[in-house]
């Protein structure tokens, strides 16, 4: 029933930026935590950043921490992740995540806390 999709994928230069979306249907998003998560080819799928439900708790990978900035908006029920100062090794597919975390304003990190996911956007950062 929870429909994640993500757009703002592509392709971009060292040093420059990008932001993504992910829309969610299906569900009140407010009661729901988020979360964007990686995968480069040939490896796993890693935690990127996560925000709460409220949007008052958020979390980042060490990876992105000054660079990435994870937001989301309950009125458009979207989430956002601005990203500035991209580097190569930023490359990978980028999924959305979701968890219904009602009532608590926790935020998770790991894949298998996460029960519904997007489809994933390209972004690729090369000169």
């Known amino acids: 029933q929870v429909q994640l999709v993500e757009s703002g994928g592509g392709l971009v230069r060292p040093g420059g930026s990008l932001r993504l979306s992910c829309a969610l249907s299906?569900?009140?998003?407010?009661?729901?935590?988020m979360a964007w998560f990686r995968q480069a080819p040939g490896k796993e799928r890693e935690f990127v950043a996560a925000i709460s439900r409220s949007g008052g708790n958020t979390d980042y990978a060490s990876a992105v921490k000054g660079r990435f900035t994870i937001s989301r908006d309950n009125t458009k029920i979207t989430m956002y992740l601005q990203m500035n100062s991209l580097k190569p090794e930023d490359t990978a597919v980028y999924y959305c995540?979701?968890?219904?975390?009602?009532?608590?304003?926790?935020?998770?990190?790991?894949?298998?806390?996460?029960?519904?996911w997007g489809q994933g956007t390209q972004v690729t950062v090369s000169s």
């Open positions: 299906g569900r009140t998003f407010s009661t729901y935590a």
């Open positions: 995540a979701s968890r219904n975390t009602y009532p608590s304003d926790d935020y998770y990190r790991a894949v298998y806390d996460y029960p519904y």
